[in-house]
């Protein structure tokens, strides 16, 4: 009778052990996560990244070369006129103006460069001594609009003091309206602007150059009281 009790109990035992085998192995499986898969390598990671950057490069229209090309002529001659303030006896609030528009502008032209020099596009460089600018380049500058002629730089060459600050101002603000002007066209064109860099910098320019413009209308106002 003790033997039998002690088989018993024994049974029970290894069939609960196998009980719990059993459901513990059913547990795993149906509760387990899927594998994880393996973390790309650094060469594929680098490929992924290099095969969407020359999509991106690519991503671009004679639009976006056209304006890129135009507005690095256009900035140029900025850079011309805004040079002359500390010698033409501009206010100082002219100068902050010209300093603040020689920087930007100077950091905008490096960008359109390096954008078209990644584009494997041509490269206009400018080149200025005193008045006198020249872009290598496939557009002629003069083409875009905002421009002032040879005429209007020896004008403004020509004055001084107030009369320096009322004609820059004036002559700024055509210019400014000028590059506005190719903003709006750039966006108009179907397909255009839709490379990011362009996209931003258009967007920059538009921003930046309005504003300046209401700035300077204000600053020529209290030149010119009514």
């Not at 494997?120 to 002629?140: A, F, N, R, S, W």
């Not at 005429?151 to 002559?171: G, H, P």
């Not at 210019?175 to 602007?193: I, K, S, W, Y």
Request: glycine share 6%; charged share 20%; hydrophobic share 45%.
């Amino acid at each position: 009778m003790k033997y039998s009790l002690t088989c018993s109990t024994t049974a029970a035992l290894f069939a609960g052990l196998v009980a719990a085998a059993c459901g513990g192995a059913a547990g795993v499986r149906s509760d387990a996560a899927p594998a994880p898969a393996p973390a790309p390598s650094t060469a594929k990671l680098e490929a992924i990244y290099w095969a969407r950057m020359d999509s991106a490069r690519m991503g671009f229209t004679a639009a976006d070369v056209h304006f890129m090309t135009g507005m690095i002529g256009h900035h140029g001659q900025a850079l011309v006129m805004a040079a002359l303030a500390p010698t033409h006896g501009a206010s100082p609030t002219v100068q902050r103006l010209c300093a603040r528009i020689i920087n930007a502008q100077k950091d905008e032209i490096a960008t359109m460069q390096q954008w078209l020099r990644d584009r494997e596009q041509t490269v206009p460089e400018v080149h200025i001594t005193g008045t006198l600018m020249t872009v290598d380049g496939p557009e002629y500058v003069m083409h875009m609009p905002g421009m002032l002629t040879p005429e209007q730089i020896r004008e403004l060459d020509e004055v001084r003091d107030r009369d320096f600050d009322r004609l820059f101002l004036t002559y700024m603000i055509q210019h400014h309206r000028g590059a506005v002007t190719m903003v709006h066209e750039l966006f108009g064109t179907d397909g255009a602007a839709l490379d990011d860099v362009v996209f931003k910098l258009a967007s920059d320019i538009q921003v930046d150059q309005t504003t300046e413009i209401a700035r300077m209308e204000l600053m020529l106002k209290e030149r010119n009281p009514l």
